[in-house]
């Protein structure tokens, strides 16, 4: 048997992309301004679904950005967050990138985390978490976000995780809307919906 | 910046490993024998945590291995059953395992999946899931399995996921056990811990 493999890349336009943006973003709605503009640009380069994340330190200096990469790589793991927080990780050398609660790091994600992302956040060393569409803007296009807790913020509160949401969340759901009158898949709404 | 990258890999001694067993497990106990191995295996071989999974087709054809590789690639999503579907879908070409609900595969899990890789199934394409070691058998030695729905079980149900659980648990927690009596290191249970 073959081994399988599976290297998590960012698309080849991110590199170029990042020159035209500083390095270290102060406010929370330059973080959100960045990642929403990573998901729109991820749909029209055609490198995967409408979505956006990113590590940031406590600073606000970026870590590693993320996109979704489910079609282009066919995976169905690669949200943008998990891209985000593995390639941080990757970045830092560490997979708890709080280094046992000694640092801070935000992700700050374009559309509130899914089930999967959800779960995958207690796990990577996060300690605030930034939302900009909540899960009925991505539900209203077709996405499915999965089975969370219906207390999924209270949940990350009790183990430290601050979380804070509709941070341009206009600006966010834009991108989704664009995404789906524009005809592209809506991987997953027909696989798992009920 | 130079943007990171991360290959998501089985350790060296897998390839070597499956020689040693068939390409198809007729019974569920043939499938949970062997993903329990992988778990005492990655343990053995200090290659990381004491967990194994492993994606089937309906006639019991190993599609992809997984154990769990968060340390030795510093990576906290990189738990086994994550590994396994990721690498499945890797195998066949498609990010939906199941193309549209037209072929079942499993995913069996030495023990029951985390909030994250319980998210990460509703997304993979699988319509059963096969557990064996038990929440309680992970909580027990210090791993936390974080805030699943309390209803996950009827949760993946509702999405046309069979779960079967407890196949071999005694065999299965064994391992979890013998892990945490090497003194090994139980990530993650300092880090979110409450």
């Known amino acids: ?28 709605e330059d973080r959100m301004n960045f990642v929403v503009d990573l998901s729109r640009q991820n749909i029209d380069r055609e490198t995967g679904g409408p979505f956006g994340a990113a590590v940031f330190d406590a600073g606000g200096r970026l870590i590693a950005p993320g996109v979704n990469r489910v079609i282009p790589q066919n ?41 999967m992302c959800f779960g995958a ?43 804070i949401t509709d941070i341009c969340r206009e600006k966010a759901a834009a991108v989704l809307k664009d995404y789906a009158a524009s005809g592209a898949m809506i991987y997953n709404s027909g696989a798992f919906s009920v």
């Open 1 to 28: 048997m073959n081994l399988p493999e599976l290297t998590i890349q960012l698309p080849d336009w991110v590199g170029t992309y990042l020159e035209t943006w500083p390095s270290v973003f102060p406010e929370v």
């Open 75 to 115: 995976c169905s793991i690669l949200h943008a967050e998990m891209v985000a927080m593995a390639l941080a990780q990757q970045a830092l050398g560490r997979f708890d990138l709080s280094d046992g609660r000694r640092l801070d790091f935000e992700l700050c994600t374009s559309t509130e985390p899914c089930a």
């Open 121 to 163: 956040v207690c796990w990577a060393g996060i300690s605030r978490l930034v939302c900009g569409a909540r899960k009925q803007d991505a539900e209203s296009i077709g996405f499915d976000e999965g089975p969370k807790p219906e207390n999924w913020i209270a949940a990350l509160n009790h183990r430290g995780i601050e979380v």
